[in-house]
């Protein structure tokens, strides 16, 4: 079965249930929320989604799910690119992320190294910064001027 491959707003509870299924944390995936989700494929199964936390000049890209089966097959790249693409269209200078396991994934798509410590304010007053991401999350940065 071909799969679509345009971008679409997920639903919360697709989005909570991908987010679920992927051990990423959903606590503070509510409707007044104002984080942005983009998912590819089918509007209740996606092959992916992406959620955007958006706080000024800055945002938080997290939130990267690939289904299994579709790993390997350019939809995590599709899906960074979209968020990307969606903070420049919001004036963001600079995304951040923490992730516990595809630094490597993130450092080929430009992403670099940071500190804890370095990130600005707004980052991290985001409760992913704060308190559900674990300290030992690799956290890293990516500059969208160009």
């Known amino acids: 079965m071909e799969t679509s491959t345009h971008m679409h707003v997920p639903s919360l509870d697709v989005v909570r249930r991908m987010l679920s299924e992927a051990a990423l944390p959903v606590a503070d995936v509510i ?3 104002d984080l942005y989700f983009a998912a590819i494929g089918s509007p209740e199964s996606p092959d ?3 959620g955007l936390e958006i706080t000024g000049a800055h945002a938080l890209l997290r939130s990267l799910v690939v289904a299994q089966l579709r790993r390997g097959t350019g ?4 899906l960074v690119a979209h968020a990307e693409q ?4 919001h004036e963001v200078a600079t995304l951040f992320l923490l992730t516990t396991t595809a630094d490597g994934f993130f450092r080929r798509l430009g992403y ?5 410590e370095g990130a600005p ?4 007053a985001t409760r992913e910064f704060s308190e559900l991401c ?3 999350s690799h956290f890293m940065t990516k500059s969208l001027d160009t």
């Open 134 to 136: 674990p300290e030992s």
């Open 121 to 124: 304010p707004a980052i991290r």
């Open 112 to 116: 670099l190294d940071a500190t804890r």
């Open 75 to 78: 939809v995590g790249r599709s």
């Open 48 to 50: 992916g989604i992406v």
């Open 31 to 33: 409707e007044e929320r």
């Open 86 to 89: 969606i903070a420049r269209d």
